[in-house]
């Protein structure tokens, strides 16, 4: 038989057993899809191929979305996956079989579909042609190619591999280059590829022209971009252009249009930079409720373009029963150099954690310089943030009454540079920071792929200002894996130590505590430290972990599995794997429009002896925990 007239055969076989599952639906969609297969399958994953078609089988959990079988969906979902297979290099693919399994009651369905892959069209070689115009070290080489000589002719690595060459000519000033994948057949059934660049002329940008402008001045958008007039063409600079306007507040759109005129080529390309702005004063007011804040209220008002120059200055208050105050700040975004800002802000705060109150008045002041990335919203070039601050402020804290009802504990609160008698501290921290944020998370609300990297190190000493002598040094790491369209792992991992030479030099409002709505979810907020007469009163060295699955429920709701594990140690450098507090649970999020409703509860897999909670001894292993956003 021909090979065509047997592909006929069983494609027609196929469509017969479809056929005969479509007479059995009493109406069109009353057949739920419990299972989908696939045998065969070698090149490429299950996975690959249910991505690429319409029919899905219905989720395990109760509340999953339902899929239901369409038999028109279904016979393109088999053209789909020739056409697949065909794109990734096997023109001789082939639906063998199709396995109709009904259920007595004929209201669910099994299908599984085999596949015979058949050879593959291999690539015999990989050439590159017309790249001379670049100098040797920036010609691209076929082995840095997607595609590869011997593997599969995959369309898709194809195109990538046309693109990244392309590319290459745009971001070494040919504005008008150009280049064409061709294939030939090979001397042994493949065939080779040739990419051949057609660069046309060296160009550089143009003249310039900005439109859109309401409050800004043209100076301020020309010093944010990356070029000038005369600089060599390069399309990389108008996305890195595009990224530093989009990160000052006043511009809500922008786009830096360099594209090569219709007619004749020119040396020249201009540029076109469209602008809109923000309204300039803001007002922000916001409410809601949490476990650990409990009702809250904030309002925040804000100039984005302050006596111009795009200078930001903002006024915020916040009342809650956890921490109240008021805070003002300046920002330059531009301070002599692109990329580098100017930040200052005072503040009067006043905290009320379960342990502790403490109240802080004063300020800062910093520079940052950021590369790459964006400062809101997405970004999937690496952005990289430094900053350098000076901290002075004055310290108020008291130590809640429980801890001074024992006598024994006079020697400690001293040691802690509390007065024993009041349970009270005071200081000065005048301290030197500086922080770096590494990140390429595509969100900053709710990430769903990506990592994020912060390392903030502080020097506090008495010849800065202050009364406090000590140095601290914090790293935390977040990861964030999809594992299917909206099925997520997030990770995080933090670690901290505070270097002193005694307890007394270190602001007891500086000491680190877990356990709350963001880490250790099985324990109240500051929960988890050493204790004192049974009362967390913090340490000088932490490590804490956590590990989530993310994935979606039904609609706007989805749910989370959480373990959270870690600890706080007395003593600089201190910390071990032993003697790790953990926690496991699960919850909830729910997207809405002002953010996403978050519900966890956590249950403690091992306690902590002595802990008081409200001078008592804790008796509840778990937690509940309400808030807004992620846990990270």
């Known amino acids: 038989m021909p090979k065509g007239a047997r592909i006929r055969g069983i494609w027609l076989g196929a469509v017969l057993g479809v056929a005969a599952l479509a007479a059995a639906c009493r109406d069109p969609g009353n057949i739920k899809v419990t299972a989908l297969t696939f ?132 971001d070494h000033g040919f504005a008008y280059g150009d280049v064409q994948a061709r294939e030939d057949p090979g001397t042994s059934g493949g065939v080779v590829l040739t990419f051949a660049a057609e660069p046309g002329p060296a160009t550089t940008f143009g003249p310039i022209t900005v439109t859109g402008l309401s409050t800004l001045t043209e100076r301020v958008v020309r010093r944010q971009l990356s070029f000038t007039p005369g600089t060599p063409y390069r399309r990389n600079m108008l996305l890195q252009s595009q990224r530093r306007l989009t990160a000052l507040e006043i511009i809500r759109f922008v786009n830096v249009d360099a594209k090569p005129p219709a007619g004749p080529p020119v040396t020249a390309i201009p540029v076109t930079v469209t602008i809109a702005e923000n309204p300039p004063r803001r007002l922000q007011l916001g409410a809601g409720y949490g476990t650990e804040d409990r009702l809250r209220a904030s309002a925040e008002w804000s100039h984005l373009n302050f006596f111009g120059n795009a200078r930001q200055v903002s006024a915020t208050t916040k009342w809650s029963s956890l921490d109240r105050g008021v805070r003002a700040s300046l920002t330059q975004p531009y301070l002599y150099h692109r990329g580098l800002s100017l930040e200052a802000s005072a503040s009067s705060w006043w905290t009320a954690e379960q342990n502790y109150t403490s109240h802080s008045y004063g300020g800062q002041i910093g520079v940052s310089y950021r590369i790459g990335g964006r400062r809101r919203g997405a970004s999937r070039a690496p952005g990289d943030t430094l900053r350098a601050a000076y901290v002075h402020e004055f310290l108020n804290y008291t130590i809640k009454p429980a801890a001074l009802a024992d006598l024994g504990n006079f020697n400690q609160l001293i040691a802690l540079g509390l007065d024993p008698i009041t349970g009270a501290g005071s200081g000065t921290r005048a301290a030197i920071t500086v922080d770096y944020q590494r990140t390429t998370a595509d969100s900053l609300s709710n990430p769903k792929r990506g990592y994020t990297w912060t390392t903030h190190g502080e020097t506090a000493r008495p010849g800065l200002g202050g009364t406090f002598r000590y140095n601290e040094l914090t790293t935390e790491a977040r990861a964030y894996l999809p594992i299917g369209k909206e099925t997520i792992i997030a990770l995080r991992t933090r670690a901290g130590t505070i270097a002193a030479r005694s307890d007394a030099d270190v602001p007891f409002s500086q000491r680190y505590f877990l356990g709350g709505s963001t880490n250790l979810r099985g324990w109240g907020r500051y929960q988890v430290a050493p204790l004192n007469g049974g009362l967390p009163v913090g340490g000088r060295s932490t490590v804490d972990g956590t590990v989530e699955l993310r994935m979606p429920l039904r609609g706007g709701l989805g749910g989370v599995l959480f373990v959270d594990s870690g600890n706080v140690w007395p003593r600089s450098l201190s910390a071990t794997a032993t003697g790790l507090r953990s926690d496991a649970g699960g919850g909830l999020r729910y997207g809405t429009p002002v953010g996403l409703i978050r519900a966890d509860v956590g249950l403690q897999l091992n306690q902590i002896p002595g802990l008081l909670v409200n001078g008592k001894p804790e008796t509840r292993h778990w937690r509940i925990h309400f808030s807004i956003g992620q846990a990270f």
């Open 39 to 170: 045998k065969g399958n070698e090149a490429v994953s299950s996975k690959q191929l249910d991505a690429v078609l319409a029919t899905h089988a219905s989720g395990w959990l109760p509340w999953s979305e339902k899929q239901y079988f369409d038999r028109r969906e279904f016979e393109a979902d088999l053209g789909r996956i020739r056409r697949f297979y065909q794109d990734r290099g096997y023109p001789d693919v082939r639906v063998t079989n199709v396995e109709v399994n009904l259920s007595p009651k004929g209201d669910t369905v099994r299908l599984g579909i085999t596949i015979d892959e058949g050879k593959p069209l291999r690539v015999e070689g990989v050439e590159l042609t017309g790249f001379e115009v670049l100098p040797v070290a920036l010609r691209p080489q076929a082995d840095g190619l997607p595609i590869k000589a011997d593997s599969p002719r995959d369309r898709g690595q194809v195109s990538a591999a046309r693109q990244q060459v392309l590319d290459l000519l745009h």
